[in-house]
């Protein structure tokens, strides 16, 4: 038998691509009907969950964008540092006999200190972190300090520092005896790690400042906003 015998006639192999063309286009057609129906469930499911989920989908993306804020601000590294700082009576007194112009005012009490960034040795919190923060300082003077019968009103002048530049000041002063009067400032600013900030006396003062424990408090405090 020879090769040319066994070979498909012309005809034949035109039947055979028209098969396989045949073949061919079914399965195409078969995998698009299959990839069609895919479309439509998924259309469908996403129709029906929107329908009957609308109204936990909206409480899930509140509870997600409160969640992704609070890990913001944790990765931001704000609200990890923060410190809340007082004067004793024994100090207020001590420092009103003492400070002179340009003279760093001391807080010898903590109620907080996250981040260990105040000192209450030398009055200065050091930036642990850069960021921004927010910082808040009450002065109060005394009106009823008496020297040989010479009532002296309490007047003070302070100066917010960060490093070697004034970011917030604040007077306070009283000119009637028994009415003693206390200031509050507030600045949020921005602080490189390491910079200390600290109040100052600015000009010579007259009276003592006023700080008790069960009336009043002169208070210096600060935290960190974000990074």
Known sequence: MTLESVQPSSTQKREQDDYSVSLTDREYLRKQIHFTLLDVRRQNLSSICFQNSNKQLVAFKRELMVLLGEQSIESRGGGNVAFSSYMTEASANAQSASVTTGSTIKFDR????YGNGYSTSTGKFRAPSTGVY???WTLC??????????WKYGEYGTQLMSGSSVIGLLHADTETKGDDACSTGFVIKYVS???EVYLR?????TGKIFSKMNQTRTTFSGWKLYQ
Request: no cysteine; charged share 30%.
């Open 110 to 113: 903590t109620e907080a200190n």
């Open 141 to 150: 003077v005394d009106s009823r300090t008496s020297d040989g019968g010479e």
């Open 134 to 136: 927010g910082f808040s």
């Open 201 to 205: 006396n600015i000009y010579d003062h």
């Open 193 to 195: 790690k390491d910079t």
